[in-house]
């Protein structure tokens, strides 16, 4: 469930960056055509992108570091604490992507 929160903020992260690094990465990469240009119509919901992302990393944060309300059974999956473990990894490594992903756009105005 942690690793869902994760996968969902990074999704998120990627359509809020779409309207602006997609352009860029399609020009760097050789791509071009005027249909380049109507990545641009995904600008207007860049915020909503950029909550929704902000939302699910939050989610994810509050399950991985909230005290554990649920009483786990020795021997389960949720008493190991490697998977604790793998769950916060998971979670810190989304964050810094989808930090990565959200600064980006303005990072690639400092190239124009």
């Not at 005027?34 to 929704?52: D, S, V």
């Not at 604490?81 to 690639?108: C, D, E, H, N, S």
């Amino acid at each position: 469930m942690r690793k869902t929160y994760s996968v969902g903020a990074i999704i998120s992260a990627v359509l809020a960056s779409l309207c602006c690094v997609a352009p860029f990465v399609l020009v760097m990469l050789g791509v071009s055509g005027a249909w380049i240009g109507n990545l641009r119509a995904f600008e207007p919901y860049r915020p909503l992108f950029i909550l929704i992302a902000v939302g699910f990393l939050g989610a994810g944060f509050y399950k991985v570091y909230r005290k554990s309300a649920e009483v786990c059974e020795p021997g389960s999956i949720c008493a190991s604490p490697q998977t604790k473990k793998v769950g916060k990894i998971v979670l810190w490594g989304a964050t810094v992507i989808v930090v990565f992903l959200l600064i980006l756009p303005y990072l690639i105005g400092l190239l124009y």
